[in-house]
């Protein structure tokens, strides 16, 4: 069974300042998606990563999938408050099925 | 707004009752899935329909089923309830089978609270 590993857990930073946050598995992904979820509402989707070593840019958002396909990050530069969210790691499961999504890194941006 | 609704938005019920969530894809999308998301196992895949047929099966019990219809919504039953099936189930919706460039589009979610 894959398992996407997520960290930090829980972050809390001042507007202004940037941030990376993490997803990590032992397994190797042909693909790996990047969510948010708000208080309230389903997630949605961010961005997809396909090949390793790629870079993908959302405004203020930089994801990179790893070399090897097993991880990926997201940094956040010069965090808003309407960047707090859940942010949510996916991937297809070894059968190319149905989505493993990680656990998530619960982001609070302070004005 | 994604384009996929859900009903009802929020439900109360009790333990042993049998509940009935129903979900709207968006238009063209032939594949519903259905997630269950509380504190402590996060976002869990449930199961998958594509044009009205069954196609992946995730963490399911067996109190829980679900169906497409022709019309392409999608019911997620649950019954013999218990306390901790108390959680937010999500259905997401998409144009095609699970692929690496699917996007599924998540509805806003009912929150079951089971008493």
């Known amino acids: 069974t894959q398992l996407l590993e997520q960290s930090p857990q829980f972050l809390s930073i001042q507007e202004g300042e940037n941030l990376t946050v993490y997803c990590n598995s032992s397994?190797?992904?042909?693909?790996l998606q990047w969510y948010r979820q708000e208080p309230g509402e389903g997630p949605v989707l961010l961005v997809t990563?396909?090949?390793?070593?790629e870079v993908k840019k959302l405004k203020r958002l930089t994801f990179q999938f790893g070399d090897a396909r097993k991880d990926s990050s997201l940094h956040i530069t010069a965090a808003q408050p309407g960047d707090t969210g859940l942010y949510l790691c996916?991937?297809?499961?070894?059968?190319?099925?149905?989505?493993?999504f990680g656990p998530g890194t619960r982001l609070s941006v302070l004005p | 707004d994604s384009g996929v609704t859900q009903t009802p938005k929020h439900l109360i019920t009790a333990t042993g009752q049998r509940v009935t969530l129903r979900c709207s894809p968006r238009?063209?999308?032939?594949?519903v899935y259905w997630y269950q998301q509380s504190l402590d196992q996060g976002l869990q895949f449930l199961i998958q329909y594509y044009n009205g047929e069954e196609r992946a099966k995730g963490n399911i019990l067996e109190r829980f089923s679900a169906q497409q219809f022709p019309d392409l919504h999608s019911e997620l039953n649950l019954s013999s309830l218990e306390l901790g099936d108390s959680a937010l189930y999500f259905c997401?919706?998409?144009?095609?089978?699970?692929?690496?460039?699917?996007?599924?589009?998540f509805g806003p979610g009912t929150r079951l609270l089971v008493l």
């Open positions: 397994s190797v992904f042909s693909s």
């Open positions: 990563v396909v090949t390793g070593g």
């Open positions: 238009s063209g999308d032939l594949s």
């Open positions: 997401a919706s998409s144009v095609g089978l699970a692929g690496s460039q699917e996007t599924q589009y």
């Open positions: 996916a991937a297809l499961d070894n059968y190319g099925q149905n989505f493993v």
